[in-house]
């Protein structure tokens, strides 16, 4: 990879910033002060610095972010504030590669993906592979006596159906619900069908992997190597 390339994919600046750094003799690979944009860079085996720090390579970044109420899942919104907007302290570069994995209400909280591997999101978000999302509920109201069979066979209404999901009853204000869709306001619909007015909204899992329970509200993390192929399974 040449080094100019490299040092723009650890974001440390634009292309023209990065010319003007290498020629300031503040890059070196392996100890060695280099000054030619060009230069071939192992990025598996070389020891790249800048300023004597070292910078790590990585074609992909993986975060799991507990979404906040009044939050969009966008990368832009002119009239709301956007989860991105929790990404304040990661360069500004880096957060303009980077993209939500499908979406949650402005109003619902929990767990979103965010990276820039398009593989995985459209893996996650591709309506055939028919991944299930969990989500916490609570509601007000009584869901009829046969919610778990009528989840479970497909709720259908006049104008849209969706597919089998899984209900598990808390108490008679909550439960989880598991889809393996994402229709505009589902799981609010389909409580309303069984009953219940949708009071509260928490993802928390996707696929094979849960939320984090030490994650705060509002806050994010890397995701481990070892929850990416979780999530990829």
């Given at each position: 990879?040449?080094?100019?390339?490299?040092?723009?994919?650890?974001?440390?600046?634009?292309?023209?910033?990065?010319?003007?750094?290498?020629k300031s003799k503040k890059i070196t690979v392996n100890n060695k002060i280099i000054l030619q944009e060009g230069f071939n860079v192992d990025e598996l085996n070389d020891i790249v610095k800048y300023d004597n720090k070292v910078l790590i390579y990585q074609k992909y970044y993986y975060y799991v972010l507990n979404?906040?109420?009044?939050?969009?899942?966008?990368?832009?919104?002119?009239?709301?504030?956007?989860?991105?907007?929790?990404?304040?302290?990661?360069?500004?570069?880096?957060?303009?590669?980077?993209?939500?994995?499908?979406?949650?209400?402005?109003?619902?909280?929990?767990?979103?993906?965010?990276?820039?591997?398009?593989?995985?999101?459209?893996?996650?978000?591709?309506?055939?592979?028919?991944?299930?999302?969990?989500?916490?509920?609570?509601?007000?109201?009584?869901?009829?006596?046969?919610?778990?069979?009528?989840?479970?066979?497909?709720?259908?209404?006049?104008?849209?159906?969706?597919?089998?999901?899984?209900?598990?009853?808390?108490?008679?204000?909550?439960?989880?619900?598991?889809?393996?869709?994402?229709?505009?306001?589902?799981?609010?619909?389909?409580?309303?069908?069984?009953?219940?007015?949708?009071?509260?909204?928490?993802?928390?899992?996707?696929?094979?992997?849960?939320?984090?329970?030490?994650?705060?509200?509002?806050?994010?993390?890397?995701?481990?190597?070892?929850?990416?192929?979780?999530?990829?399974?």
């Amino acid at each position: 990879m040449r080094l100019d390339k490299y040092l723009t994919s650890c974001f440390i600046g634009t292309r023209s910033e990065v010319k003007k750094i290498i020629k300031s003799k503040k890059i070196t690979v392996n100890n060695k002060i280099i000054l030619q944009e060009g230069f071939n860079v192992d990025e598996l085996n070389d020891i790249v610095k800048y300023d004597n720090k070292v910078l790590i390579y990585q074609k992909y970044y993986y975060y799991v972010l507990n979404k906040p109420s009044n939050y969009v899942t966008s990368t832009d919104d002119p009239l709301n504030k956007t989860i991105m907007e929790l990404f304040n302290d990661l360069p500004t570069l880096l957060i303009k590669e980077l993209f939500p994995v499908g979406r949650l209400d402005k109003d619902t909280e929990g767990m979103i993906i965010v990276t820039n591997d398009g593989s995985l999101s459209h893996y996650l978000t591709s309506p055939n592979q028919k991944i299930e999302k969990t989500y916490y509920v609570e509601y007000d109201g009584i869901l009829v006596s046969n919610a778990i069979e009528l989840a479970s066979n497909g709720i259908k209404t006049q104008n849209e159906s969706f597919l089998p999901a899984t209900l598990s009853i808390i108490n008679e204000h909550s439960c989880y619900l598991t889809i393996k869709e994402g229709k505009y306001h589902q799981v609010k619909k389909m409580i309303h069908e069984m009953g219940g007015i949708l009071t509260y909204l928490k993802r928390i899992k996707i696929n094979n992997l849960e939320l984090p329970l030490d994650l705060e509200i509002g806050k994010y993390r890397h995701l481990t190597n070892e929850e990416i192929e979780i999530l990829k399974k």
